[in-house]
């Protein structure tokens, strides 16, 4: 089964959990990710408040926060145009 994560294959993860394990002890390891969990959940919770930030800021101003739509639906006018425009002539996609 080869795995082959962000290019690093198993040996390399092997030797790195190794060093890591030679480097902290066995016994910090556990606190390390516990440490690493509760840094990602707070930066999780920092960008939620963020996006609720911007969402009830922007209801209030009555602004559009729905850009994807309007754009996919440009986009769609667009094929719809060269689609009528080219005819017969078909597209390879």
């Known amino acids: 089964m080869?795995?082959?994560?962000?290019?690093?294959?198993?040996?390399?993860?092997?030797?790195?959990m190794l060093i890591v394990v030679m480097v902290f002890?066995?016994?910090k390891i556990p606190d390390i990710a516990r440490g690493l969990g509760k840094g990602m959940r707070q930066v999780k919770d920092a960008t939620n408040?963020?996006?609720r930030e911007i969402n009830n800021t922007s209801k209030e101003h009555n602004l559009d926060t729905n850009i994807a739509k309007d754009i996919n639906k440009e986009i769609n006018g667009v094929k719809?145009?060269?689609d009528d425009f080219t005819g017969p002539i078909k597209r390879n996609m």
């Open 80 to 82: 719809d145009d060269i």
């Open 25 to 27: 002890g066995a016994d």
């Open 49 to 51: 408040d963020i996006k």
């Open 2 to 16: 080869n795995t082959i994560f962000l290019f690093i294959g198993a040996p390399e993860i092997f030797v790195i």
